[in-house]
Structures are given as C-alpha cells and as structure tokens.
C-alpha cells in the first residue's frame, strides 16, 4: 500500500490547515497520528470505513476527520490550531482483512504562537 499525504505547512495560532492522504487501494481504517521532538507518536484521529471516528483528547472538538471512499483518501480538517500542535503528522492506514499497519512518509505542521 502506497500513501501520498499533503496539506502541511506554517500556520499561525488560531489558523487552519487541511492535510489529505490517499491510498494505493481501498483500506477499512484511516487516519492520523502525529509526533512532536521528545515525544510519542500519539493519535490524532482515526476513521473506519463505514465513519466511525476516534480524536485523540488534544484535537476533540477542534479537528475532523473524513474520508472519501471513493477516491481511498483521508482528510484532516484542523481549525484553531495552537502551538502544541506542532508536530509531524502521519498518514495511518489499518485493514483488518490483512491486519496490516501502513505509515506514511509524514508531513511537517508548525503552528507559531
């Protein structure tokens, strides 16, 4: 499974920022995960194929996640964001056919204060 994320960047507190990440083939759980220097890897959001959702406590009620079934891309709407949210963020896929975890490449988000 290839992933392709985008979306990343500079952003001031207070702003927003859209990461997308598609997929080689069709995937039942999607979503992200992201890390900070000095810290986990720790969830952001996750969907399953058919929208369930889990956030991560720092993001509830700030970030959604979505996805497109059709395109096998994820999307991670993040608004009023804050400087703790700096951290590269990793596109995350999980099929429970196969069981397997797939990571991709990361992408950079810096929040300035």
């Known amino acids: 499974v290839q992933l392709q994320a985008s979306g990343g960047g500079l952003v001031q507190a207070g702003g927003y920022l859209r990461l997308s990440c598609t997929t080689s083939?069709?995937?039942?759980?999607m979503g992200w995960y992201r890390q900070s220097p000095g810290n986990q890897r720790e969830l952001v959001a996750t969907i399953s194929s058919n929208g369930t959702t889990v956030y991560g406590d720092p993001v509830k009620g700030r970030f959604t996640i979505s996805r497109d079934n059709a395109k096998n891309t994820v999307y991670l709407q993040m608004n009023d964001l804050k400087a703790e949210d700096t951290a590269v963020y990793y596109c995350?896929?999980?099929?429970?056919?196969?069981?397997?975890?797939?990571w991709g490449q990361g992408t950079q988000v810096t929040v300035s204060s």
């Open positions: 083939l069709s995937i039942t759980n």
């Open positions: 995350w896929t999980f099929n429970l056919g196969t069981l397997y975890t797939h």
